[in-house]
């Protein structure tokens, strides 16, 4: 009987292909808009995740995010090493400052300050020039985003030169970075260039990143941390989970993506519901036929929730395929974020299963009512 | 097939109507039985009761020995899946479905697996004269294939009870011909009672006897041109 459903689905080509574009519409704004928040969240946290090696942040206790910067005096760095299981522990200074550029515009960028001796935070990828080279007199690696967007179209070419809070900064190297909440270029140099290159405040630490000793846990020292210097410590997967949290509790962006999801959720059921409810009352003869002829009504409801699950996967399938290929798309040019995890694909899915069980609720309604005597009225 | 004091009402109080007023009838297997008369007479509404698809306001329904009336719906639908086959006015032919497909619906409702299914409806369409046209679709065979198809669908499971509702209406007259001339060879069997409900005069002559209904009720029954020229 399943496939009788089935074939009764695909008969109607029209209707069929209707109720589909209702169930792929809204598979396709959901998983795309969740994509999107997806990559907007992992923006948020780039600047965490790019800093290899240290398991552990020391920050003020009132820091929220790891934007939401609180200086810290530089005193605290040694009350950090004096900290029992930390292996070790280096400044690292982050802010935004304003560069001023040879042709005399300005540009906000985001200024980084890893460690003189260790150069521990240190971009991974370098392109052009070697990471060794910001031991050098006012250098500095940029990201190559920025450099483009500060000098779109041009070659990448090291020995540029801009200023920051009127100090000269040569370009040494041009890096990759992944992309960050603000978008501004960022601007890495040793922590001792970058409170020069900082406008001028009594203190001037943003960060400690520390590691634990072999055989303490990161979790272990962290505590031990707060508990003898009064500070905030937290794993690189704690601070990156504080970070997220802040975003989503104290930003409008969740409910801005949420509303869009919603939208997507009403209009793609609307439709769908519509088209299939439609397309039952097309084969409400039909289906009498078959009660009439023997059918139990378990079968018929069977039928009408094989047809929904049918549209169902056909619909998720290709909607979320949709939204993966406008995610690759989009990468190819980089301008969005756009970042798909599996818990998309698992929401997208629930939320289509969602859609055609509401849609086919009116339809199984009316099968299951339908009096098998239909038939026999002209 | 026996019935007794059969009535039914449709809607209650002012807009109550009485479609069956105690109505009498005996239907023999082996028996092609037309119900006939002026629309609004109570023919399709006495045939749906009859065939299990309508429950009785009062009165006695048997058929094939066991009591319509008395029965659960689950039972009722098991009983018109195993008993019961259908010719219907509009065909009801599911469109996506070929004419082989068509006519194998009651064998998959039975549970058979598809392909033995098609095959057996396949056989009876080829008795029908259709076996050239086993796989077209609905839309591609004219009204007359059309209403073969649906004979054969009702007698693939082998029924002993066919309800045929105006079946030759939606026909012209040679395809109306054909159509009662197959129900007559092949429906017709000694274990298997057949009701055909009709106003088309021209096919009388193929009843064994005719129930003729006015306002609910059976009017006269009379042996019909079939039976007479057999006698």
Redesign the interface.
């Given at each position: 009987?399943l496939?009788?459903a089935w074939?009764?689905l695909?008969?109607?080509r029209a209707k069929y292909l209707g109720i589909v574009f209702g169930v792929v519409f809204a598979a396709l704004l959901i998983a795309q808009q969740a994509s999107i928040f997806c990559g907007l969240m992992l923006l948020t946290i780039s600047q965490i995740r790019d800093v290899q090696g240290p398991d552990i942040w020391v920050m003020d206790r009132n820091v929220q995010y790891v934007d939401d910067i609180k200086p810290l005096a530089d005193t605290e760095l040694f009350r950090v090493k004096g900290v029992p299981g930390v292996e070790w522990a280096v400044r690292f200074y982050k802010g935004i400052v304003r560069a001023r550029l040879e042709e005399g515009s300005y540009e906000q960028m985001i200024l980084l300050g890893i460690d003189d001796d260790t150069l521990v935070g240190a971009p991974e990828g370098v392109l052009l020039g070697s990471v060794a080279d910001l031991r050098k007199p006012d250098a500095v690696i940029i990201d190559k985003v920025g450099y483009q967007k500060i000098w779109p179209g041009e070659p990448l070419r090291l020995g540029r030169v801009f200023e920051m809070n009127d100090r000269r900064a040569v370009i040494v190297g041009i890096a990759t970075a992944s992309k960050t909440f603000q978008s501004f270029p960022i601007v890495y140099t040793r922590y001792s260039q970058a409170v020069l290159f900082a406008p001028r405040e009594r203190k001037v630490l943003s960060f400690v990143l520390a590691e634990a000793a072999p055989g303490e846990t990161a979790a272990a020292v962290c505590r031990r941390i707060e508990e003898q210097t009064g500070l905030q410590a937290l794993t690189q997967r704690q601070f990156v989970w504080k970070t997220l949290r802040h975003y989503l509790a104290k930003t409008g962006i969740p409910i801005n993506f949420g509303i869009t999801v919603l939208l997507g959720f009403l209009v793609g059921t609307a439709i769908a519901g519509q088209t299939f409810y439609l397309f039952t009352v097309e084969n409400i003869?039909?289906f009498?036929?078959?009660?009439?002829?023997?059918?139990?009504?378990w079968?018929i409801l069977g039928m009408v929730l094989f047809q929904a699950l049918q549209v169902g996967i056909v619909g998720y399938g290709v909607g979320v395929g949709f939204a993966a290929l406008f995610g690759l798309a989009t990468k190819s040019f980089g301008r969005l974020s756009f970042f798909m995890p599996w818990q998309v694909l698992a929401i997208t899915g629930v939320a289509v299963l969602l859609i055609v069980l509401l849609a086919s609720l009116l339809s199984i309604r009316k099968v299951l009512v339908v009096?098998?005597?239909i038939?026999?009225?002209? | 097939m026996r019935c007794r004091g059969v009535t039914k009402d449709f809607g209650t109080g002012g807009s109550l109507t009485r479609a069956l007023r105690g109505v009498d009838l005996d239907v023999p297997s082996g028996e092609l039985l037309m119900l006939v008369g002026p629309s609004g007479c109570g023919k399709t509404t006495l045939v749906s009761i009859l065939a299990g698809t309508l429950e009785p306001t009062a009165g006695d329904v048997t058929v094939l020995g066991q009591d319509l009336v008395a029965m659960s719906n689950g039972r009722k639908v098991r009983f018109r899946r195993e008993n019961v086959g259908f010719v219907f006015q509009a065909f009801n032919l599911l469109p996506a479905l070929t004419a082989a497909e068509n006519a194998a619906v009651p064998l998959l409702i039975a549970g058979w697996g598809r392909h033995a299914a098609i095959e057996a409806a396949g056989a009876v369409l080829d008795e029908l004269g259709l076996g050239d046209r086993l796989a077209s679709l609905p839309s591609e065979l004219s009204g007359g294939q059309q209403q073969r198809v649906a004979i054969a669908r009702a007698l693939v499971h082998g029924p002993r009870l066919l309800v045929c509702d105006e079946p030759t209406s939606a026909l012209d007259a040679e395809n109306g011909r054909i159509t009662m001339e197959l129900i007559q060879r092949i429906a017709v069997q000694p274990g298997r009672a057949v009701i055909v409900v009709t106003h088309d005069a021209r096919v009388y002559a193929f009843a064994d006897r005719i129930a003729s209904m006015e306002d609910g009720r059976i009017d006269s029954l009379t042996a019909g041109p079939h039976a007479a020229g057999s006698a």
């Open positions: 009987m496939w009788i074939k009764m695909i008969g109607n003869r039909q009498g036929a078959l009660k009439a002829m023997g059918t139990g009504n079968t009096d098998p005597a038939v026999f009225r002209g | -």
